[in-house]
């Protein structure tokens, strides 16, 4: 390498380290979990406080993480980044249930996910789009499938009351891995019963939405998070998309309704700060404002929280 380029790589290096002040991910799948995980809560805090992070979520399909938080915090209180955790809708909560969403609300919860892997949509692609998910080394019991629709494509009694819960509590819906067609039914319902902070987890992901379903659902009010897992390589394989297509779907939302979550935390992939750092420096490599990459990577999620 010679003296310029690495005058050049120094100089980007501490671009990004700049423009990563600040940042929040709402999507940290660290552990303890029943799937192998890179990097446990404790760690994944420490390194997002060296980035000079100002929040993480912490994300686990099978239980609420705002005890890990809250004691995390009180244990070391002089990190610089705020904790916090949600509930994923799966069977082990209970499925689509106001009791677990009432509980997540009074303990300091701020996400609500729809069902992940209990998700009748994502038992019906796991032959092909969702195989490469992760797995407990011990096998668990197989899935309840679970939607928000009844059988004539209302949203559920219990659906509605969880929207309830949300929107007095004042906290964010996510969609966790329902298909866009329950989306379509589900935001609008939640929007008239007074939720007011929406958002759709990896949209082109499992959840199946078009660019109009993306238009669509962001004019309505629901945030696109990308997964930055989707668009870096990492050790099983190239990325599924480029950077050139995240910032394409980051233009069809808008910048103010986008953003970013690591959803990493697996082995073999990128922990979840270097995730961020493979991201914006694309980005920059995209010539994107750093106004537009302050926002994706934290301003956008700082009003979310």
Same mark, same amino acid.
């Given at each position: ?23 929040? $991910?709402?999507?940290c799948? %660290? #552990? ?5 995980r !890179?990097?446990?809560h *404790?760690?994944a805090m420490?390194?997002a406080?060296a980035?000079?992070f ?13 005890a890990?938080a809250k ?11 705020r904790?916090y ?8 909560s209970?499925?689509i249930?106001p009791h677990?969403?009432d509980h997540?609300?009074?303990l ?27 797995k407990s ?9 679970l939607s ?15 929207l309830?819960?949300?929107a007095a509590g $004042?906290i964010?819906?996510? %969609? #966790?891995?329902l298909?866009?067609?329950? !989306?379509?039914?589900? *935001? ?5 019963r007074?939720v007011?902070?929406?958002?759709i987890?990896h949209p ?9 379903d ?5 004019r ?17 394989g190239?990325?599924r ?8 779907l980051?233009?069809l939302a ?7 979550g ?7 992939m990128?922990?979840?700060v ?6 914006v ?8 404002p750093r106004s537009?990459?302050?926002k994706l990577v934290g ?5 979310l929280?």
């Open positions: 390498m010679t003296e310029a380029s690495a005058a050049t790589t120094t100089d980007r290096n501490a671009e990004i380290a700049d423009l990563l002040v600040g940042a929040v $991910d709402l999507h799948h %660290s #552990g303890p979990a029943v799937f192998p !890179l990097l446990d *404790y760690e420490v390194e406080s980035a000079g100002s929040a993480l979520v912490y994300k686990d399909h099978f239980y609420p993480g705002m890990h004691l995390l915090e009180t244990l070391y209180p002089d990190t610089g980044v904790l955790s949600g509930v994923a809708l799966n069977n082990a209970g499925g249930n677990a969403v997540a609300v009074k300091g919860g701020k996400i609500v996910w729809m069902p992940t892997f209990a998700a009748a949509n994502h038992i019906d692609k796991s032959a092909n789009e969702t195989k490469n998910y992760p080394a011990d096998p668990m019991l197989a899935p309840i499938p928000v629709l009844d059988e004539n494509g209302k949203l559920t009694k219990e659906t509605n009351e969880v309830d819960v949300i $004042d964010i819906l996510s %969609s #966790g891995h298909s866009v067609d329950e !989306l379509k039914v589900l *935001y609008p319902e939640a929007k008239r007074g007011k902070k929406m958002m987890n082109t992901y499992v959840v199946g939405c078009s660019d109009d993306i238009r669509e659902l962001s309505l009010g629901v945030y696109m998070e990308h997964s930055i897992c989707m668009f870096i390589p990492n050790e099983r190239p990325a998309w480029n950077a050139a297509e995240l910032r394409r980051v233009d808008g910048v103010e309704m986008t953003i970013f690591s959803d990493l935390g697996l082995v073999k990128p922990r979840p270097e995730g961020y750092r493979a991201i420096n694309d980005l920059l490599d995209l010539q994107v537009d990459i302050r301003g956008n999620a700082v009003e929280l």
